[in-house]
């Protein structure tokens, strides 16, 4: 327990670079329809977890939707340079942009 007023989380890096690993390894042998990253957060933000992941997805044509907070949107900015298309944080838009992206693969 962080407390009642933490506003954030306990990372394990290493749990995070087993997962990024694994996703890796997984788009080696087959390309998703899609990719959905939880957040763009501190670790992408600092150049390491999912950023080479979510290069690696746009550099093969896989559309990617992941999350950004406020606080990592000028480095997400950084990090896509122009190329992003935000989208609606309610269920309609994002299902109506996932379809989008996915008819046009």
Not at 78 to 96: E, I, M, N, Q
């Amino acid at each position: 327990s962080l407390g009642p007023h933490a506003r954030g989380c306990r990372l394990d890096p290493d749990g995070l670079e087993r997962a990024v690993a694994a996703v890796e390894a997984d788009m080696a042998t087959w390309s998703p329809a899609l990719l959905i990253i939880n957040k763009f957060g501190k670790q992408e933000a600092e150049g390491r977890g999912f950023r080479d992941v979510i290069g690696m997805a746009l550099a093969e044509g896989v559309p990617v939707i992941v999350g950004v907070s406020p606080d990592k949107r000028a480095a997400f900015d950084a990090f896509c340079d122009g190329l992003a298309t935000p989208v609606a944080a309610d269920v309609a838009s994002v299902l109506d942009w996932v379809a989008t992206q996915v008819a046009a693969k």
